[in-house]
DNA sequence: TGAATTCTCGGAAACGCTTTCGGAAATAAA
DNA sequence: TTTATTTCCGAAAGCGTTTCCGAGAATTCA
């Protein structure tokens, strides 16, 4: 099986090339019956128009170039996935890359990505990137690209956020309502923007309901199960439990969970346990475990539509859109029967 | 910022765009002091080649196109970043697809990889994939490709597959040999050759240690928490709970433990449970759970290799290469003391 | 019926690179 | 010094498209 030319239609039908390329993008002057002659001619021999060439004659390559910190959990998977049925459907296609939490990698990508050339990007910066000067080049060079979570405020590129802020507030307050009277947030790597918005949260929620600082801390453990397992064993080598845990997430979530219970403190009975970014496992564990589940698939969606909007308008537009999400409690944080 | 091109270079140091050429690809003749002097000022103008432009004339792509059927699961999340990081090495580029388990998007993911000219396929088949002779045809017209599990043994390509069948003889034996009476298997949905293997090295256990066929059962469940719980809901409601379950991987698992510990029904003491697959939550659920670990870092890189290895040398073999795993065995089989 | 428009389409350049061919310059052999 | 080799490089075609330009044919308008 050959692979047909635009020049091999234009032979066999004795038009020229011009002609050929006419039929296929709407935009040119052509007669309806040739159009469809060459239209007919072309699907019957099976011809396939080179999108390399395409790309290398137009400016656009109708990809997408999409890079996440990782795709180990379930969060950037869903993202990914939502993304891609968006912008399939929009005739795009997406690369994915990840770039391994790492910093050069994620830079690695973004060039490859460029070089490759994606019409534009959208990028979920990993932990560490500081290197805000490297993106601001890239927008300037009028790079379309619109950014997901994890992202410095001061970047004048469409932004996608969750409201970080807002939910660990509710997370919280869920835990001081229920008079649980020491409060521990276990937070994430310290750089993130995720991160110091949680904590943030969890601070209002402190202020709000005057809560004495002697009754609540805030500990950096990360985003992996170990992490949060190495906090706890570090709090009850100093015996210094709380009645409950807000987590940064699932994963530290349950790796606390684990030490918890391996240490003889039954969860939520003795210890209350929130997490964060809700995962699939959070129903199948026992206890089951509260947590705030964000909207990737909208997310996804809105991140895809303004990229879009960019590539189309030519500009980047600054705007902030914050997402809100659902908070799923459940028997993890909850003393007495579930409502 | 300009996007230089080889012109540029040529111009400004007054040779030819094939010399200039020549500079970047070893393979030609050229004075070693012209060659460095173009390298060092193509580094200097920032000058990128234009990968669409090489793609156009060259025929390789360097661009490798890896088809799963789902990243939502740990498995191929792996999978993928494993491959990734050798394929990178060996200074290729991965372009990643999912098909969500869904046989039309499969062929569409593959045949917009084979569009945009990359060099080559790794494929993990989704579950329904029955239309072989499609892949045949790809084959035929010189598509190098390799399969990564779930595949029909006819196909005529490097296919990597875990010995499934020798590691679900080792899981039953242990619940044999631990004289649990009654061991049902919950296996994956029918179509699968991964699900075949399970259930031969199930029935091949049962059969190697002489259990009477009215002391085991094979269920078909799926690959979902969901299903799993599905199936214990049923047996429950028939009363038909057996004394292990060996699953047919970790989420079938994790549902079926979910169910009968709402259902008063203790993991192990009442229950054991083995599952398949390891993911990172075997160890964080109470009781972890026992399973297989796959290799999944080295079945992807020698996917890798072997794909390498069928780009250059033209030609399609037919070998396949079986992985073995370890069994993990933790407290959800075990009903004394683990060792 | 002749002039002015409007439709269609072919020719050809362009996108940025690779690669063959042949020739000039440099080197080695005679 | 002349001839035979080798080394290096320029010219140009080619990869498969898009797209500008302009010309002939068809149509409309006086």
New binding site residues.
Partial sequence: MK?Y???DIATKL??????V??A??D??????E??DLILKTAKDMG????PI??K???KRSLNIGVVVPEFINEYYSEIVIALQEFLISEGYQILVMQSDENEEQEMKNVQTLIKNMVDGLIIAPTAGTTNMTYYLNLINEGNPIVFLNRINESIPAPKIVFNNVKWSFFATEHLIRQHYETIYHLSGYKNLSVTSERIEGFKKAMNKHKISKDNYKIIEAGLLAQEGMEVIEDLIFNHDIPNAFFCVNDMVALGAIKKLKENGYRVPEDVAVVGFTETRMAELVTPQLSSIKQPTHDMAKKAGELLLKVIKSGTSSEETIIFNGVFNIRKSSVKGDLI
Same sequence: chains 1, 2.
Avoid at 14 to 19: A, C, L, P, Q
Avoid at 27 to 32: A, E, H, R
Wanted: hydrophobic residues 25%; proline residues 3%.
């Fill in positions: 692979h030319t635009i020049k004795n038009v020229s090339i011009s002609t390329s006419r296929f993008n935009k040119y002057d052509i007669k309806k040739t159009k011809y396939i128009p080179n060439a395409k290398l004659s137009q």
